[in-house]
């Protein structure tokens, strides 16, 4: 499938000027740094789409002004991200093997996503196919689809953060222009966790639930109905499998290293290593403990 690339750096006016409310609430160094980024990205041809804070406004209408940048990009690009960002006087590291790199200066910094942390949502040619045009820092890109942006952001479900809020501040904007058929191909044998959202949103905004439709929650429940049916195949003892952890990666540990629980993100079942779960495991525990009173911290070893 061919990847539409963002708009070329010819044809972009590097004067142009930037929308006054992003000079007002984005300090200048900071823009400095993404539209660098942006520029350098663009001239050397090298494609990205860019998520969060923007592309929220896009797909829901909801404006948030962080001090990050999202660009989500395909895997095999980031040695040539890599290089590009030290060409530009930038260093661009990993955060983490599995999904995230970062460019990080003390004026703020630039995550370079290529799929998620559980790893179920990779960054692949259908991002770039069906990405929507838009501009940011008055430049012209294109930003993630609605349909990627709800399947990676309907696994966050932390203890200190949960994306549900933003899965239906999305449907409420655009459930009569979501490719459903998509969508449930996205999910896949996760469609639970779609389900999840869609019975959610009915109940957040009861008077909207017909926009969601009927077809995908009459599919979504056939499902559900065929599993509970008499003589319906059940997961035996020797197969106790924990989903928890494509939800949180901290929270459902409990089961996998005390209860006998298989982690759902390990190879074959997801797409991690046990290397990969344990570093990334590792990375939420300190995370955790850095964010708790310091007389609630765990004491170092």
């Not at 007002?24 to 900071?30: K, L």
């Amino acid at each position: 499938m061919a990847i539409r690339r963002t708009t070329a750096l010819t044809e972009i006016d590097r004067a142009r000027p930037v929308p006054a409310w992003v000079a007002e609430v984005i300090p200048p160094e900071t823009l400095d740094l993404y539209r660098k980024v942006l520029f350098g990205l663009i001239e050397r041809k090298i494609p990205f789409l860019v998520g969060g804070a923007y592309a929220m406004t896009h797909h829901a209408g909801i404006e948030r002004h962080t001090r990050d940048l999202d660009l989500f990009v395909r895997r095999e690009t980031i040695p040539a991200i890599e290089r590009a960002a030290a060409e530009m006087g930038l260093r661009a590291h990993e955060f983490s093997s599995h999904w995230l790199w970062k460019i990080t200066t003390d004026a703020g910094y630039v995550d370079l996503i290529w799929g998620s942390g559980n790893a179920a949502a990779p960054v692949d040619d259908e991002w770039f196919a069906r990405s929507s045009e838009s501009e940011v820092f008055g430049i012209p890109v294109l930003l993630i689809p609605a349909e990627e942006m709800i399947w990676s952001k309907a696994y966050i479900q932390e203890r200190e953060r949960f994306d549900g809020a933003d899965v239906a501040h999305i449907l409420l904007r655009r459930a009569e222009t979501l490719d459903w058929e998509h969508l449930l191909e996205r999910f896949g044998s996760h469609w639970r966790v779609l389900l999840e959202h869609l019975v959610a949103f009915g109940f957040i905004y009861p008077s909207e639930r017909h926009r969601i439709p009927p077809f995908v929650m009459r599919e979504l429940i056939s499902r559900l109905q065929d599993e509970s049916a008499p003589g319906a195949d059940a997961a035996g003892d020797d197969d106790k499998l924990c989903g928890g952890t494509l939800l949180s990666r901290l929270q459902y540990l409990i089961d996998i290293r005390e209860r006998g629980y298989r982690d759902a993100r390990l190879v074959p079942t997801g797409a991690m290593t046990q290397d990969q779960i344990d570093a990334w495991s590792r990375l939420g525990e300190q995370e955790a403990a850095a964010s708790l009173p310091f007389n609630q911290r765990p004491a170092k070893s």
